[in-house]
């Protein structure tokens, strides 16, 4: 059963370092999603993730994300995550804050 | 239809003397010689690829033309053949590719070309190469006597097994006369050029370099092999490899006729009665992740096997010390498998009673210091 | 606690050797990705959404001051200056880099800490009860044990490549706050009726796609048998354990599908081999070992100031009623930190709230903390005396919030936030769960309840286990979150029970106000807890109260 292909990116994790990375159209890792190359075509796109399987001394668990928009703008909540990093509930990210709301006496 | 001819080629008829020919006119007798039957180029649409496309083009342009799309390709490249097509007229270009089993079975996650790269070669260039020329009697292919190496004294003409000839037009052409030709010519060049390419293959082999050092730059490898005649690739298997404490020893096959082979997954219940009537045993590690062949060793010493246990399989390099304290005495690992696991990697972990827990807790005894 | 000797040393230096030796072969291609990758896991470093994760050991959750300060160096040095405590007392770093993740070993070793196994097919950490070595309730400190089960299981050359992880848990307990049921081997120290110590071996527990309890192998084991049936169980585990299906190669699988006469058989058949091969070392070294864990005498201090303290602040009262637990010694309590303010990240803990805990320990509970299965951090032995003074200094780092076991003490992983397996994000609805209460002024008027969130099928929120468990699932690319009820830790474990189809990320939090609003109204009085309402009164009036449009849970999917 296939489905209609979305226009995707091609994201992955830089070897080294971990970070999220996205295959731009010089063949390149950026880890910027504005110049990730988007793919109309399936068949370029398979291709392209063939290829960025086989780049193993750069980048590790490469994957195809749906995307729309201009931005590119991922489609699926783990990809915009991964573009955003992790949010807490106030929008803020989570590392920052103990505690979202800092408190003047002890909590009862 | 071939006559049978001997390398070089002796007659074009009416003209035995065809290195003074200018290669125009060579290529448009030889395409429209009948004695040489069906004709294809085969091209890599790489760094000089668009001149014999565009002598052809001028000549034939529904020539077939062979391009071998190895699935590892510059995306430029893709591009580059796609235009440069359309530009020139070629009516008849062929994309040959490996078979989608055969690449599946081989290399089904594309990293070959790091463990073997005459293998993915093989794989993705020759054999693919030679199912599309069995509908062909002579090839055209694009190399130069200046590329050097293999290629120094290449001939114009040269038969290609049993069944094909091979033409080689531009073969005494320098590499001044195919800047020139591409610029007389304004002839569209490969993009990658700009950024320091000189010659362009698949793009896990090749690197930025002059001339054809940047491909499989770093290895021994500088023909990818669909030119290397009694050269088809072919993998001879290698002796495997035993591994000891004291590194690589080669195998004595005599030794082992009287070994018994068990799989890794052999149950306890399905082990032989004789088994001590063997001097060696050798368990199989379908892969390295498969541990059970470390319970098989540790239950076959626990029945009193006193002979040798022989791990084999594609197990690395730091499995050793495992496999030693589970009561294997030697490992014995694929030849290709070595290569990538020398024995250096092997010997780094021949100290494998360090630091070893299960022992010390077994053999603890109250107020002595336990610290090795 | 116990203190590495050069030999546990030396083991480090020498793994953490080879360790830098596999990634430099993984950088220039000796070894594959696939063929790096257990080594990696082996090592404790994952690949997460957003970078590599590294996941530190805290065996059987004992952490020292001088430890803690070393992890607090640790997240600033190579991370983004905070960890993550998690439900099986280890702790995460979540942005590290394999460049660096050497270095980070070695600067672990040194204070006598590491991340090996705790990842992979392998035996992962020996968890433990947080209490232990404090509680009242005590038949044994079953820390010894664990620090002799994870020396034999350290880089045990038989068990690196199993089919699947596995995990073991022990409780000196009868209340068995260690979960021992939910683990594949389970090991409760009991006593019996002649006042005999022996060990209960539970097998085949697992929470995950699959949760299943345990159960009994064996009733009664001396001391003396169990590392010889831990060679057996895991023997005969690795032979007959799935290599075909990943979701099928648990220990718990095997016993489904084999069936505790078989597999016991199997086992005592191995037994008798494995016995043969101890001769009584490993008591050796138990005997010694118990005087690492051992408890000195309890300080002499005058309590009066303390209760005078109690009765003027009323913060302070609140916070000792809900955070402390009965100690053995009469004047001790173990206080819980809570990692749980209302709106933080559960779990998590910046560098300052490290260093702050280290110091506090080092005040006022012998320089030892502990880390709970529900991501707080505990000080395990605090004289009442010292209680104002260590309740004032963690206002410092909003680490004195009053709610442990109440609704706003949240158990969340990770989850889509942060985990590469999730499929749901699990941080913000705890937190806007604990806010919302926290904002009525109803923590203390619900009282005792467990909430645990998982943000996917894996469970490690242990969601399962709580009294409202929620399960952040993924349906057409829109987060949903499937509500159980009725789980327990303690004895008797018992898994939640689901509820009907699942809340969107906009809906749960109402249906969970429903849940507890429509809970105040039902119970008997102030002492019928959430659980104990549950027990009650059964399931079919909760579900009315979280899906009131429906006849019954089978009505119409929230699904947004």
Redesign the interface.
Known sequence: MSRPFVRSILSANDLLTGRVVYLTNTDGWTNDIRRAVVFDDKAEAIARLAWAEAQTHQVIAPVLAPVRGAAPFPTSNRDRLRATGPFSLAGKPAQETPSARPSETPHV | MLHDVSIPYPGLSGCPDYETLDTRTLLARALADPALGRCALVSSFGAESVVLLHLISRIKPDLPILFIDT??L??ET?RYQKSLARLLGLSNVQIIRAHPRDLSQTDP???L???DPDSCCNLRKVQPLQRALQSFDTWISGRKRYQGGLRASLPLFEKDGEKHLKINPLANWSAQDIHDYIEQNNLPRHPLLEKGYHSIGC??CTRPASGRTGRWSGQNKTECGIHLRNGRVVSRPAAAVLVRDGGFVVKDQQSETAALDLPG?T??QDLPADLHNHSMIRITFSN?????G???A??LR?RGYRGCLRACGPL?A??Y???R??GFDEVEIPAEHAR???ER?WQ??ANWQ??D??S???????GRQ??? | MYEYNAFDQGFLTQRLKQFRAQVAQRLNGALSEEEFKPLRLMNGLYLQLHAYMLRVAIPYGTLSASQMRALADISERWDRGYGHFTTRQNIQFNWISLADTPDILDALAKAGLHAVQTSGNTIRNVTADPFAGAAADEVEDPRPLAEMIRQWSTDHPEFQFLPRKFKIAVTGSPKDRAITRAHDIGLRILRNDSGKVGIEISIGGGLGRTPILGQVLAPFVPKSDILPMLEAILSVYNQLGRRDNKYKARLKIALQELGMANLRESVLVKFQQTRREFSGGDQSFLAEVEHHFALPPAKQQSLTPYQNAMRKDHALSRWVQTNTRQHKYADYVSVTISLKTPGAVPGDATASQMRLMASLSDRFSLSELRVTQAQNILLPHVHKADLPDLFQALQKENLSSGNIGLVSDITACPGLDYCALATARAIPVAQEIALRFQALNLEHEIGPLEIKISGCINACGHHHLGHIGILGLERGGVETYQITLGGNGLKPTTLGERTGPGFSADEILPAIERLLLGYLKQRTNRAESFIDCYRRLGPLPFRAMLYPNSENEKGPEHAA
């Not at chain 2, 390295?288 to 059970?292: E, H, K, M, P």
């Not at chain 2, 010390?360 to 109250?366: C, E, I």
């Open positions: 699935e590892l510059f995306a893709l996650h594309n990293r070309h790091i463990s793009k896990p997954d149950a306890l390295f992740a498969d541990g059970r470390f319970t098989l540790r239950d626990r690395l730091d499995q010390s495992m496999i304290r589970v990538r696991q020398p990697l780094a972990r360090a630091y827990y299960q010390r807790l077994q053999g603890w005894t109250r336990h610290h090795i």
